[in-house]
């Protein structure tokens, strides 16, 4: 279902059976919304974000490809969220291809302008399906198309963006006894100690080498977010507290106590790609009562 959003920017709305539903934004193939069932927003998304490009939206599930934050040359998470991808009217068949499923194809390619900036060719193909349980899978495939004879490299992440009741009720499981780079502290390297991650000041780390299953549970929603991923061995976890949140203008200034950005990524150890081959990275997210999860 094709329409015009914020700004007159064009969106998807995809809809499942039993009424879950997400939105994609083609600014950005990013995801803006993921509600439940009963229409509940499972995501964050900030009352002040702009939807006006050169800015990508503040909130949702934005790219970041071909660079995580600041680890290279480009702008901060490189330019995959703040350009105008299309709908993939010839999508390469996946093998998850099935019924049952609302999903939408998207695709990025880079315009001239990008051209110089970053050097290469290549086809971005992204999916993002919603499931028959609601769940939302993010499916990316890269593929060099330069015919220079160049590989190309690239970091990248699905920078999502949690809707949680109160940050400081919030536990993440998962990532306990695992390496991070602190990105707050020039990103130096430490381990995890301890039980699972609590909130109570700002967090900014890239936790490596990840399980595949990282829950993240809403004590207060009694809500569970499960976060399984492929191909991405990293994992992002950010929430600004309350004195960044005040520097970024497209943020209220208590908003952070309504969101956690978790995401899946691949940050140590870029990916390259030499020319004809392609890269897959997924990430599905389910919301589940969390009287679900510790029966598991
Ligand atoms: C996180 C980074 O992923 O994104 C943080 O680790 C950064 O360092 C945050 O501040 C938000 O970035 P931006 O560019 O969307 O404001």
Redesign the pocket.
């Known amino acids: 279902e094709y329409s015009k959003g914020v700004n007159g920017l064009e969106k998807v709305l995809l809809r499942e059976v039993r009424g879950s539903s997400a939105e994609v934004y083609l600014y950005g193939g990013q995801v803006t919304s993921w509600k439940n069932e009963y229409g509940e927003e499972l995501l964050f998304l900030s009352s002040k974000a702009t939807f006006k490009s050169p800015k990508?939206i503040?909130g949702g599930i934005?790219i970041c490809f071909p660079q995580f934050?600041t680890l290279g040359s480009l702008e901060?998470?490189g330019f995959a969220r703040n350009r105008f991808w299309r709908i993939d009217q010839d999508p390469l068949p996946f093998p998850t291809n099935s019924g049952n499923k609302a999903f939408i194809d998207l695709i990025l390619k880079p315009s001239e302008e990008d051209s110089k900036i970053w050097p290469h060719r290549y086809e971005f193909r992204l999916r993002v399906t919603l499931g028959p349980g609601g769940d939302l899978m993010l499916t990316s495939r890269i593929r060099n198309t330069n015919t220079d004879g160049k590989s190309f490299t690239f970091t990248f992440?699905y920078?999502s963006y949690l809707a949680v009741t109160d940050i400081s009720e919030v536990r993440v499981e998962g990532l306990e006894t695992r390496d991070y780079l602190d990105?707050s502290k020039d990103r130096e390297r430490f381990t995890e100690q301890g039980d699972a991650i609590t909130f109570e000041s700002e967090v900014?780390k890239v936790y490596l080498g990840t399980p595949t299953k990282i829950a993240i549970l809403d004590h207060e929603r009694k809500r569970t977010f499960v976060l399984r991923k492929d191909g991405l061995p990293d994992a992002?976890v950010?929430n600004?507290w309350d004195k960044k949140a005040k520097a970024?203008p497209d943020f209220g200034d208590d908003e952070y106590k309504h969101m956690l950005?978790v995401?899946a990524a691949c940050v140590e150890t870029p990916i390259t790609l030499k020319p004809g081959e392609e890269w897959r990275g997924r990430q599905e997210l389910s919301a589940v009562p969390s009287s679900y999860c510790s029966g598991q």
């Open positions: 990508a503040r934005p934050g901060q998470h992440a920078h990105n900014d992002v950010w600004p970024i950005c995401q």
